[in-house]
T-cell receptor
Framework: GAVVSQHPSWVICKSGTSVKIECRSL??????MFWYRQFPKQSLMLMAT?????????EQGVEKDKFLINHASLTLSTLTVTSAHPEDSSFYIC??????????FGSGTRLTVV | GENVEQHPSTLSVQEGDSAVIKCTYS??????FPWYKQELGKRPQLIID?????GEKKDQRIAVTLNKTAKHFSLHITETQPEDSAVYFC????????????FGKGTMLLVSP
C-alpha cells in the first residue's frame, strides 16, 4: 500500500531556531500534500495545502512566513518552522494525496521548543 | 467551508458492548467520509470509509452508515475489545484524494475489560 515517510519523528530545539520536517511519498506520486498540526487531546487542524511546483495555500490564522512549505517534487514536501517558540510545540503530521490511494498520513513529528 | 461535528467526546463501554459515534457535516457537496483511529503519539489509521453513493458499509466488527439527506454518518463497533480503546475521528471531503479533509473533534473510546 501507499507509504509516506516523515522525518524526524521527534525534535527538541531552542527557542528562536528553525526546524525542518520532511515528508516523502515512497511508492506513489503525491499530487497534493496536506500539513496538519495537532495539540494534545485535540483534533487535526489543517495548516496548509501544497501542490507540486506551486505555492502552498495556507489556512486562515496560519502565518505563511513562519511555516514555510516547499513541495518541489511529486514525492517530497517540507515544512520549516522558522524562529520557533514554545507555543509552536505540537505534533505535526503530513498527508500525501493521490487519487488511487486516497489520503496517506506520515508518522508525525513531535516538536518541542524549549 | 465544511464543518464536521462529532459526538460524544468520550465514550466508556464494557468489553463486548457496542459503541456508536455520530458525526454531522455541513457541506452537501461532501461525498467521502472516512473514519480514523489514532493511538497516542501515532498517525491516524483509516479503519473504514464510505462514499455518498452508499448508505452502509461493514467490515467485520465495524460498520458505517450514511444519511445524505440529514447530513450525518455514524460509526458502529460491535463486540468491543480493550484494544479498540483509542481516539476516533470522523472526517469529510468533497473528493477523496484531492480535496481537503475536515476532521471532527474526536471521540476517546475506553473499553473496560
Amino acid at each position: 500500500g501507499a507509504v509516506v515517510s516523515q522525518h524526524p519523528s521527534w525534535v527538541i530545539c531552542k527557542s528562536g531556531t528553525s526546524v525542518k520536517i520532511e515528508c516523502r511519498s515512497l511508492d506513489f506520486q503525491a499530487t497534493t500534500m496536506f500539513w496538519y498540526r495537532q495539540f494534545p487531546k485535540q483534533s487535526l487542524m489543517l495548516m496548509a495545502t501544497s501542490n507540486e511546483g506551486s505555492k502552498a495555500t495556507y489556512e486562515q490564522g496560519v502565518e505563511k512566513d513562519k511555516f514555510l512549505i516547499n513541495h518541489a517534487s511529486l514525492t517530497l514536501s517540507t515544512l520549516t518552522v522558522t524562529s520557533a517558540h514554545p507555543e509552536d510545540s505540537s505534533f505535526y503530521i503530513c498527508s500525501a494525496s493521490e487519487q488511487a490511494s486516497g489520503y496517506t498520513f506520515g508518522s508525525g513529528t513531535r516538536l518541542t521548543v524549549v | 467551508g465544511e464543518n464536521v461535528e462529532q459526538h460524544p467526546s468520550t465514550l466508556s463501554v464494557q468489553e463486548g458492548d457496542s459503541a456508536v459515534i455520530k458525526c454531522t457535516y455541513s457541506d452537501s457537496a461532501s461525498n467521502y467520509f472516512p473514519w480514523y483511529k489514532q493511538e497516542l503519539g501515532k498517525r491516524p489509521q483509516l479503519i473504514i470509509d464510505i462514499r455518498s453513493n452508499v448508505g452502509e458499509k461493514k467490515d467485520q466488527r465495524i460498520a458505517v452508515t450514511l444519511n445524505k439527506t440529514a447530513k450525518h454518518f455514524s460509526l458502529h463497533i460491535t463486540e468491543t475489545q480493550p484494544e479498540d480503546s483509542a481516539v476516533y475521528f470522523c472526517a469529510a471531503a468533497m473528493n477523496s484524494g484531492y480535496s481537503t479533509l475536515t476532521f471532527g473533534k474526536g471521540t476517546m473510546l475506553l473499553v473496560s475489560p
